[in-house]
């Protein structure tokens, strides 16, 4: 079954630049979708097919996709989001969805 | 206001059964493919299973084939989720979430707060 990789953290200073991979067999040929999910809540989607955000996202969320990464990048990172960030994807040969393991973002 | 209500979770013994369902409003519910996932206690995301806009196509994740039967009434605006021969490793908080209205692809783009299934002797 595809597999999806992802660092278990990263940290960032507040007002810097979060870039989030995940890593899978050629994804760049498939639609990424991006959650947050803050502790004790459900999951939010902040970025579907790629990079589009969908309404009351704000802008400084941006995902972009090609070869065996997609990345979300959070710019002029706030203490607010703080969270743990999904990504996901579609796998055409077992008609599953995958979900990666998931990156926890601390905010310095 | 689109909502998912989920409800049915709670404590049962390994071997047993339990139905969730999910309540949903604010929303043509026959146009949108629904799923469920779960998230075991300190765990990720786990996607369980999808059905079609008209039911017409379900898929499992692996684990749970066989065991765990998804359906819906588009005439209720409703999702449920059968779950039997429960195992230990079944505990978890399971989510329904909305796909799309075109693929089953999509993304998931609401989710309801989920409800809590403890599989225990």
């Not at chain 1, 999910?37 to 090609?66: H, T, W």
């Not at chain 2, 999910?22 to 043509?28: A, Y």
Request: glycine share 12%; proline share 5%.
């Amino acid at each position: 079954s595809y597999v999806l990789t992802q660092p278990p953290s990263v940290s960032v200073a507040p007002g810097q630049t979060a870039r989030l991979p995940c890593g899978g067999d050629n994804i760049g040929r498939k639609s990424v979708h991006w959650y947050q999910q803050k502790p004790g809540q459900a999951p939010v989607l902040v970025v579907y097919d790629d990079s589009v955000r969908p309404s009351g996202i704000p802008e400084r969320f941006f995902g972009s996709n090609s070869g065996n990464t997609a990345t979300l990048t959070i710019s002029r990172v706030e203490a607010g989001d703080e969270a743990d960030y999904y990504c996901q994807v579609w796998d055409t040969f077992s008609d599953h969805h995958v979900f990666g393991p998931g990156t926890k973002v601390t905010v310095l | 206001d689109v909502q998912l209500v989920e409800s049915g979770g709670g404590l049962v013994q390994p071997g047993g059964s339990l139905r969730l369902s999910c309540v949903t409003s604010g929303f043509t519910f026959r146009s949108h493919s629904m799923s469920w996932v779960r998230q075991a206690p300190g765990k990720g995301l786990e996607w369980v299973a999808i059905i079609k806009q008209d039911g017409s196509e379900k898929y499992y994740v692996d684990s749970v084939k066989g065991r765990f039967t998804i359906s819906r009434d588009n005439a209720k605006n409703s999702l449920s989720l059968q779950l039997s021969s429960l195992r230990t490793d079944d505990t978890a908080v399971y989510y329904c979430a909305r796909g799309g209205i075109r693929y089953l692809s999509d993304g998931f783009d609401v989710w309801g707060q989920g409800t809590v299934v403890t599989v225990s002797s």
